[in-house]
């Protein structure tokens, strides 16, 4: 009788244990997946402008695909600064099987006309971003001088067959877009941030510099190794949507030339 008094005496005491401490009886939750949300691409953009905006750098001439459409991943400002005697620019090209002209073009402030710095041609196979490496040099001419500005353009032949003869060069019935690059010299205080080897630091480098086109560049690249990160997607959906680029946030990275 004492021993059945005792334990439902224990009872009694685990029960009401239980009702001052109910998460001691109850299953614990699961634990809901983080949150990912962008912490190292702060870009902040430099104090320079180029004339007009994005969407007056397109041109679509009448023959023209509405749906055909190239975008170029510049900075709201119109011209993006980089470190590189061969940096890599990007854009959007929105259909496969594109046949693309690229331009890279001399800025002159005086009436001289413009000087063609770089040529080439490609085809896009599939849409999505593309990237467009610009040599260091042509021969024994480096391309790209430190403290000069140059326009890079993106052309379709929307009527191929009509730029023959009298009308070789006229672009009206062409679709094309224009950004600008501006070579800057390398401080030495940044020279030695950048000396870091985590990747992850050189590319907080360049977005708290202002430097776009190094740090599209490089979260690409860090992309294009690991495609699943969930991290780098958040970065680079938030360097996109900075600059309003929201539309192509999540395009694909697909092919360079």
């Known amino acids: 009788?004492?021993?059945?008094?005792?334990?439902?005496?224990?009872?009694?005491?685990?029960?009401?244990?239980?009702?001052i401490f109910p998460s001691l009886s109850a299953p614990m939750p699961a634990k809901s997946a983080p949150i990912v949300?962008?912490?190292?691409?702060n870009f902040?953009?430099?104090?320079?402008?180029a004339p007009g905006n994005r969407q007056g750098a397109?041109?679509?001439?009448?023959?023209?695909?509405?749906?055909?459409?190239?975008?170029?991943?510049?900075?709201?400002?119109?011209?993006?600064l980089t470190l590189s005697q061969s940096p890599t620019l990007f854009a959007y090209v929105s259909h496969a099987g594109t046949q693309v002209q690229f331009?890279?073009?001399?800025?002159?402030?005086?009436?001289?006309?413009?000087?063609?710095?770089?040529?080439?041609?490609?085809?896009?196979?599939?849409?999505?971003?593309?990237?467009?490496?610009?040599?260091?040099?042509?021969?024994?001419?480096?391309?790209?001088?430190?403290?000069?500005?140059?326009q890079w353009s993106l052309a379709v032949a929307c009527s191929p067959g009509e730029n023959t003869g009298e009308n070789m060069g006229d672009r009206s019935n062409d679709l094309f877009v224009t950004g600008s690059v501006e070579r800057i010299?390398?401080?030495?205080?940044?020279?030695?941030?950048?000396?870091?080897?985590?990747?992850?630091?050189?590319?907080?480098?360049?977005?708290?510099?202002?430097i776009w086109y190094e740090?599209?560049?490089?979260?690409?690249?860090m992309r294009r190794k690991t495609p699943d990160d969930a991290q780098l997607t958040a970065e680079w959906t938030q360097l996109l949507q900075s600059?309003?680029?929201d539309s192509i946030a999540n395009q694909p990275l697909v092919q360079s030339f």
């Open 1 to 19: 009788m004492k021993r059945f008094l005792h334990l439902t005496a224990l009872a009694i005491a685990l029960s009401a244990i239980v009702g």
């Open 37 to 41: 949300s962008s912490q190292n691409v």
């Open 44 to 49: 902040k953009p430099p104090n320079v402008t």
């Open 58 to 80: 397109t041109h679509r001439g009448p023959k023209c695909p509405a749906d055909l459409s190239i975008t170029p991943l510049i900075p709201e400002s119109n011209v993006g």
């Open 103 to 150: 331009s890279l073009i001399t800025e002159k402030e005086t009436k001289d006309p413009d000087e063609v710095v770089y040529e080439t041609a490609f085809k896009v196979d599939n849409a999505g971003i593309i990237a467009v490496t610009i040599p260091a040099a042509a021969g024994n001419k480096q391309l790209m001088e430190v403290g000069k500005r140059y």
């Open 185 to 210: 010299e390398t401080q030495p205080s940044l020279k030695n941030d950048l000396a870091n080897p985590d990747p992850m630091a050189r590319l907080s480098v360049y977005a708290k510099n202002g």
């Open 215 to 221: 740090t599209v560049a490089t979260l690409a690249e």
């Open 243 to 245: 600059q309003k680029l």
